[in-house]
């Protein structure tokens, strides 16, 4: 059974930096795409960054030149460095993995509290 294991989340003031981290295991299929989202109060969740199986990425606009995602195939983990945090970007933070073969799983969430 697949299992998705967040961590890197916490409080920190604004213009400091978390790294976030998305282990999956369970499964010896390959994974295709990563993600990670995110979810304010009262909020839809929201996409904010993309890597594909080679590598690509893309970025929800207004982290870009902030934020940057990153993937260990062998560790079949991904990771969510954010840099330049405001308070906006408070919200819990999922991962999301997409398998070639079991489809798509989510990770439990992980806080991230910026404050002012």
């Known amino acids: 059974q697949v299992q998705l294991v967040e961590s890197g989340g916490g409080l920190v003031q604004a213009g400091g930096s978390l790294r976030l981290s998305c282990a999956a295991s369970?499964?010896?299929?390959?994974?295709?795409?990563m993600d990670w989202y995110r979810q304010a109060p009262g909020k839809q969740r929201e996409l904010v960054a993309h890597?594909?199986?080679?590598?690509?990425?893309n970025y929800k606009d207004s982290v870009k030149g902030r934020f940057t995602i990153s993937r260990d195939n062998a560790k079949n983990t991904v990771y969510l460095q954010m840099n330049s945090l405001k308070p906006e970007d408070t919200a819990v933070y999922y991962c999301?993995?997409?398998?070639?073969?079991?489809?798509?799983?989510w990770g439990q969430g992980t806080q991230v509290t910026v404050s002012s």
């Open positions: 890597i594909t199986s080679g590598g690509s990425t």
């Open positions: 369970g499964s010896r299929f390959t994974i295709n795409s």
């Open positions: 999301h993995v997409v398998y070639f073969v079991l489809g798509n799983y």
